[in-house]
């Protein structure tokens, strides 16, 4: 077995250990887990859409304390400030000078709970945190310390007193996963293992900071093939001319969807990407990027579907890889 064979073995045992971890507390959902975790090594952002309590922040908390590292949790609420997620900087009369006081956000996992109930002005305030893992506060720019990864739950639009998130904000979420309602066997081990305390409190962290930085880099030196790289890229062009969606994917997207196929490669143990690891990831992290046509939208079409037809169209590489 070679030394990189050996590495991505290695990398595939810490993968499983987190989701193991992860799934003392949230039954039922490996596969809700597994993408939030490929998200956090592919150096993403998850939204986590879905009606209230299905374990949406309970999800974000478990990835939290499962990695020994700084996190923050924000409540959104209308009256939240932008201050509160940037920091602020205040006089000290001591020393004559302003002091920047940090906010929430500089953390390792940022948890912004119910994100779509904060006014746009503050929802904003996460674009530069996300984008360019920086605050910039009175003209000075505060880097954040990485791994960094913002975590939002958001309950659907319909409900009374949210904002929808914009798309310029949207599309700097690497995946968006729902968590769904569990099966019955998994509901009923919930009611048994939550039915009398939480098991959120004894969860201890199975992997460190540095860790986690260290899968975060070996992910990057995942081998895409040229023809996957234009597969990506094929998909990308298809959402953008197909008569029913009026904004396709941006370039974004492409590189997120190659940045987020290397971590679930790198999960498997492997140190190469296969067309199936891009097919399996395309609704995650374009589908929430991609806006209907009103007709479209008329006769009831998903993006889902839209996904789902332009992944039969597009051609899959076969032959050489290399």
């Not at 991505?8 to 959902?29: H, L, M, P, W």
């Not at 968590?179 to 048994?192: C, H, K, Q, T, V």
């Not at 067309?275 to 046509?293: N, Q, S």
């Amino acid at each position: 077995m070679s030394v990189a064979a050996q590495d991505f073995t290695g990398f595939g045992s810490a993968f499983d250990r987190i989701v193991e971890n992860v799934e003392r507390v949230i039954q039922g959902k490996d596969e809700v887990i597994r993408l939030a975790l490929v998200t956090l090594l592919a150096e993403g952002h998850l939204l986590l859409e879905d009606v209230p309590g299905v374990g949406k922040t309970m999800l974000a908390k478990a990835l939290a304390r499962s990695i020994d590292c700084s996190w923050s949790r924000v409540q959104f609420t209308p009256d939240l400030l932008p201050t509160d997620i940037t920091g602020v900087s205040v006089f000290d009369r001591a020393t004559g000078r302003f002091e920047f006081k940090p906010g929430a956000v500089f953390a390792n996992i940022c948890l912004g709970d119910e994100v779509n109930r904060a006014s746009p002005k503050t929802q904003a305030a996460l674009l530069e945190c996300m984008e360019e893992r920086q605050v910039t506060v009175d003209k000075v720019t505060h880097r954040l310390e990485e791994p960094f990864m913002v975590i939002a739950t958001q309950n659907p639009v319909e409900h009374e007193g949210t904002y929808p998130l914009p798309e310029s904000q949207l599309d700097r979420f690497m995946m968006r996963v729902s968590m769904g309602y569990p099966s019955r066997a998994s509901e009923l081990e919930i009611l048994d293992r939550h039915g009398g305390h939480g098991m959120l409190d004894t969860l201890e962290p199975v992997a460190r900071g540095d860790d986690v930085r260290d899968l975060i880099a070996q992910a990057r030196q995942v081998h895409v093939a040229p023809s996957l790289k234009r597969y990506i890229v094929d998909i990308a062009e298809a959402s953008r001319s197909h008569p029913d969606i009026h904004l396709g994917a941006s370039p974004r997207a492409s590189l997120y969807l190659l940045r987020a196929s290397r971590a679930l490669a790198a999960s498997r143990a492997r140190d190469y990407v296969i067309p199936d690891d891009i097919k399996e990831l395309v609704i995650p992290v374009l589908a929430h990027r991609i806006l209907i046509a009103p007709d479209a939208q008329m006769r009831g079409v998903t993006s889902e579907d839209l996904l789902i037809e332009l992944l039969e169209r597009v051609s899959i590489p076969v032959g050489q890889t290399a």
